[in-house]
């Protein structure tokens, strides 16, 4: 299948949001969803023959920002450099950098947990707001695989037993 594309930028960061109210739960029997872009927040619905989803259900603990110290790398079609890291959730992080980043670049983020491991791999990241020497991006494309290392490495480091 395609990748859906947002009406409005026209880029494939979407995600699928729940439904909401009755309208939507009824089209959702004829698969029709509702969905976000997580770059420009367009709301926008689609037609997804044949797919049934579960729901969706938001783990509110994944957004907390944890404070955490590690380097980062950081790459764009514009820019690459190197910052250090001063809080992460599983939805976005904020970083010291001199690097000039600016709103909605996107870039490809190596978070480097552990001196002994590969660093963890965000595919793509948008800049969401730039203050004098720290960066927030927010996390819009990553692999199942190195979500998960970034959340066992974060409770392991938080020394949080779950
Ligand atoms: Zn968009």
Not at 25 to 36: A, D
Not at 111 to 139: C, H, M, T
Request: proline share 4%; glycine share 10%.
């Amino acid at each position: 299948m395609a990748p859906l594309r947002c009406p409005n930028c026209a880029r494939d960061f979407v995600r699928r949001i729940a439904r909401s109210g009755l309208a939507e739960m009824l089209l959702s029997y004829v698969y029709i969803y509702p969905f976000k872009c997580q770059l420009c927040g367009e709301r926008f619905r689609s037609r997804q023959w044949g797919v049934r989803y579960v729901r969706v259900g938001e783990d509110r603990r994944e957004y907390d920002r944890m404070e955490m110290r590690f380097p980062l790398t950081f790459s764009g079609q514009e820019i690459t450099g190197e910052g250090e890291l001063l809080n992460v959730s599983m939805g976005g992080c904020s970083f010291h950098t001199a690097a000039n980043l600016m709103n909605g670049m996107i870039v490809r983020l190596g978070l480097q947990i552990s001196s002994d491991v590969p660093p963890v791999i965000v595919g793509a990241a948008v800049v969401r707001n730039v203050r004098s020497g720290s960066v927030g991006v927010e996390f819009i494309q990553w692999q199942h695989s190195e979500r998960q290392r970034l959340q066992l490495s974060s409770k392991r480091l938080l020394g949080r037993r779950e």
